[in-house]
């Protein structure tokens, strides 16, 4: 019985200990490749390329089938030595070996071949750039659960300092130095803000329901991150604001949307010629073996096996089919291969184009994180000051509540505005690493 019950309470403190990990970015990001349906998918596409490479490489082996057929003949006819109509009910057997090998196609396989594995490698790569999205998608709601959280802290503080001024309020009424309206007033401001803390948690609760499902858990109710230790988000990650030249540069050669679009353009070109090849005379090797077995019913017949052996013959063939005219068949699959390429290139230019345009976006958009977040910096300490100020005068009862209230606004408001440049900045600076090929890390 205490082995069974200590069994038991190991069991309960591992499952705790599991169900209160905290998750880490990087966590949540592995764990969300792994469990996406939509990737999943991508997956299988992967596969199915992959599979239409094999059958093309295939193709250019000997095939083989067999035959069998099997007549049955009932009437009558004349027999011409005695002039007599009889019966002449027979059947026949047919057996048949046959195979094919293609000598040369247009250069039409190699091509196919050709084709089938760029589209294999582009597939690749637009699984690749799926994996990129999601992670993105991952890191921009973990960042709002860190932003959501420190604004709790946020909002904790504000509700223990006003509880504070709740006391010293009272405190004033009593030794007669403020009316009991303002009692009332400074009771109010904490209903506000422990209203304020509450729906800053159903936020965060919201924020953290919208990172679980990205990552496709069941169990929602234990789900919780890790907060990263985050010093000076400015000096730590000002290294990669790189212009948006330098950038480009790097990323062109390896981001996967890139490379999807280049090796698409590459297939059509081997498609190109595989309409091409429709032009070109084409040689195939065949050979075929045959035999049968007859029977005429009344009549005197050959044995089963003597018949195979007698009806036997084999054959050996060249075939040379040359194209003459298709009705323009091959000469429009040509032109449609041509703009397809056409359509390819311009898909290219317009990845390439669009993908520039959102690292100029993204250096933008980083640069004015990182003015935003000193200023914000500057006014928080400013709010601060003003903010304590403002305390010590309602402490002392030269002020009112209204006026308190005010300055305790605009310190709150500054504290939530910096805190939400930070992460601004800190997820502006991590994508611009991430267009390089670094993987987002923040611990």
């Known amino acids: 019985?205490?082995?069974?019950?200590?069994?038991?309470?190991?069991?309960?403190?591992?499952?705790?200990?599991?169900?209160?990990?905290?998750?880490?970015?990087?966590?949540?990001?592995?764990?969300?490749?792994?469990?996406?349906?939509?990737?999943?998918?991508?997956?299988?596409?992967?596969?199915?390329?992959?599979?239409?490479?094999?059958?093309?490489?295939?193709?250019?082996?000997?095939?083989?089938?067999?035959?069998?057929?099997?007549?049955?003949?009932?009437?009558?006819?004349?027999?011409?030595?005695?002039?007599?109509?009889?019966?002449?009910?027979?059947?026949?057997?047919?057996?048949?070996?046959?195979?094919?090998?293609?000598?040369?196609?247009?250069?039409?396989?190699?091509?196919?071949?050709?084709?089938?594995?760029?589209?294999?490698?582009?597939?690749?790569?637009?699984?690749?750039?799926?994996?990129?999205?999601?992670?993105?998608?991952?890191?921009?709601?973990?960042?709002?659960?860190?932003?959501?959280?420190?604004?709790?802290?946020?909002?904790?503080?504000?509700?223990?300092?006003?509880?504070e001024q709740v006391e010293k309020t009272r405190l004033l009424y009593e030794a007669d130095k403020v009316p009991l309206a303002q009692l009332y007033d400074i009771k109010a401001q904490l209903a506000n803000d422990e209203l304020n803390r509450q729906n800053t948690k159903n936020n965060l609760e919201a924020s953290l329901l919208d990172l679980a499902q990205a990552l496709n858990l069941r169990d929602l109710n234990s789900f919780d991150i890790q907060e990263p230790h985050i010093d000076d988000v400015i000096a730590d990650n000002i290294s990669s604001i790189l212009p948006p030249e330098e950038i480009y540069r790097q990323a062109i050669q390896i981001k996967p949307h890139i490379k999807e679009a280049a090796f698409r353009l590459e297939g059509e070109k081997s498609r190109l010629k595989v309409a091409q090849s429709a032009f070109w005379p084409t040689l195939s090797f065949g050979m075929s073996y045959g035999t049968g077995y007859g029977r005429i019913a009344?009549?005197?017949?050959?044995?089963?096996?003597?018949?195979?052996?007698?009806?036997?013959?084999?054959?050996?063939?060249?075939?040379?089919?040359?194209?003459?005219f298709n009705r323009f068949q091959t000469r429009n699959r040509v032109k449609d291969a041509r703009l397809m390429i056409l359509n390819r290139n311009l898909e290219l230019d317009y990845v390439k184009q669009g993908f520039y345009k959102e690292i100029q976006q993204a250096h933008q958009s980083a640069i004015a994180s990182q003015i935003k977040y000193d200023y914000t910096e500057k006014a928080m300490e400013a709010a601060k000051e003003a903010y304590h100020y403002a305390q010590e005068k309602y402490n002392v009862g030269r002020s009112t509540v209204v006026e308190f209230n005010e300055a305790k606004l605009k310190y709150v408001t500054s504290q939530s505005e910096q805190v939400q440049a930070k992460y601004d900045f800190l997820f502006r600076a991590k994508i611009l690493d991430f267009y390089r090929g670094y993987p987002i890390v923040i611990e």
């Open 298 to 324: 009344g009549a005197k017949n050959t044995i089963f096996k003597r018949q195979l052996r007698d009806n036997s013959s084999e054959v050996l063939s060249f075939n040379l089919n040359i194209p003459i």
């Open 1 to 163: 019985m205490k082995r069974k019950l200590l069994f038991a309470t190991v069991l309960f403190i591992s499952f705790s200990m599991v169900a209160q990990q905290k998750w880490t970015l990087r966590q949540c990001v592995e764990y969300a490749i792994e469990n996406n349906i939509n990737l999943k998918q991508q997956e299988v596409s992967v596969a199915q390329s992959d599979l239409a490479v094999k059958t093309n490489q295939y193709s250019r082996l000997p095939d083989l089938s067999a035959g069998v057929g099997q007549n049955f003949s009932f009437g009558r006819s004349t027999n011409v030595a005695t002039q007599i109509s009889e019966s002449r009910n027979s059947l026949s057997s047919n057996f048949s070996l046959r195979s094919s090998v293609p000598l040369f196609t247009g250069l039409r396989i190699p091509n196919e071949i050709k084709a089938s594995k760029l589209d294999l490698l582009a597939a690749v790569e637009g699984l690749n750039k799926a994996k990129e999205n999601l992670e993105i998608q991952v890191t921009t709601l973990f960042l709002d659960v860190l932003f959501k959280k420190e604004l709790i802290l946020i909002a904790d503080e504000q509700v223990e300092q006003t509880k």
